[in-house]
């Protein structure tokens, strides 16, 4: 089966400077992908120049078998849905409309809009948790509430394939974990998803697959069970982390956490100030 996103050998520079240098994965159908990595490993040149926001200077992206570069704007816009990390539109638009913004490559001229136009909206921001911010300017709103409706509108515009830059960095921890339940329902629901996150935790709870990237490259792709593991978070945050297996599920906690619920009494603390003063000093 073809995957509805697969990169080849992508490579980017600006100027002499390599940001991506090769990189190859793929997504199948109804995947919901996290792409981790450290800050300046390249996540978001990869979805810019994935989203053709960027000439890339070597290598493919196809999404649903067709090749980005030979797809107009419009055509891009009925394939896949683009959730940035911040957005400051410069008109004080109203939330919903934003949201119906999502619309607009289904839409049949300027004056299109269809009461199945405005249902589709509104079931997102319901789905959301978002209908009593309808009629609120959408600059008003707070950072998170204006990721939220990002996502809304990413919802509304019903693609096959979501690219979500960072998309609950924004958001509290309540609202990040109704985000990625929610990205789970999308996804189970056939449409793919590639998210990119600073979470390891998220990704690892949330995700069918994990792309982990560093140094311009991918390092690791896989499952989570696979991939987020003790010698890949010691690569990624030089022995920062440590990870532990909660009920079968696998968390992510800093090194020095860890070691301190391991010890037993004051003695035992002590010990682990001498180990990490050993490891990072």
């Known amino acids: 089966m073809t995957p509805m996103l697969d990169v080849r050998d992508l490579r980017f520079n600006y100027g002499t400077i390599p940001v991506l240098n090769g990189v190859s994965f793929d997504v199948e159908e109804g995947e919901l992908c996290g792409l981790f990595g450290p800050n300046g490993c390249g996540k978001t040149t990869l979805f810019k120049c994935c989203l053709n926001f960027l000439k890339s200077h070597g290598g493919s992206v196809l999404m649903d078998g067709k090749d980005v570069r030979s797809l107009r704007v419009e055509e891009m816009a009925k394939v896949v849905a683009y959730v940035p990390q911040e957005h400051k539109p410069p008109f004080p638009y109203l939330s919903r409309e934003v949201v119906l913004m999502g619309r607009t490559p289904r839409l049949n001229g300027f004056f299109g809009i269809s009461r199945e136009d405005k249902m589709k909206a509104a079931d997102a921001m319901d789905l959301l948790g978002l209908t009593e911010l309808a009629d609120f300017p959408y600059n008003q709103l707070s ?7 990002l996502m809304a509108r990413a919802i509304a515009q019903e693609t096959p394939l979501m690219f979500l ?6 958001l509290d921890f309540s609202n990040q974990v109704r985000i ?5 329902l999308v996804a189970e629901s056939g449409v793919t998803i590639l998210a990119c996150s600073h979470d390891p935790n998220h990704v690892s709870w949330f995700c069918d697959k994990v792309v982990v990237m560093k140094d311009n490259r ?3 792709e896989g499952s989570s069970q696979n991939v987020i593991t003790e010698d890949t978070m010691d690569e990624i945050y030089q022995d920062m982390c440590s990870v532990r297996n909660v ?5 992510v906690l800093p090194r020095d956490v860890a ?3 391991e010890c037993e009494g004051f003695a035992g603390w002590e010990s682990v100030h001498e180990r990490i003063g050993r490891q990072h000093v």
């Open 143 to 149: 950072g998170g509430q204006r990721q939220m409706i």
């Open 165 to 170: 830059d960072e998309p609950t960095s924004a």
């Open 180 to 184: 990625w339940r929610i990205m789970r």
């Open 218 to 220: 991918i390092l690791k």
């Open 247 to 251: 009920g079968g599920i696998k968390m």
């Open 259 to 261: 070691l301190r619920n």
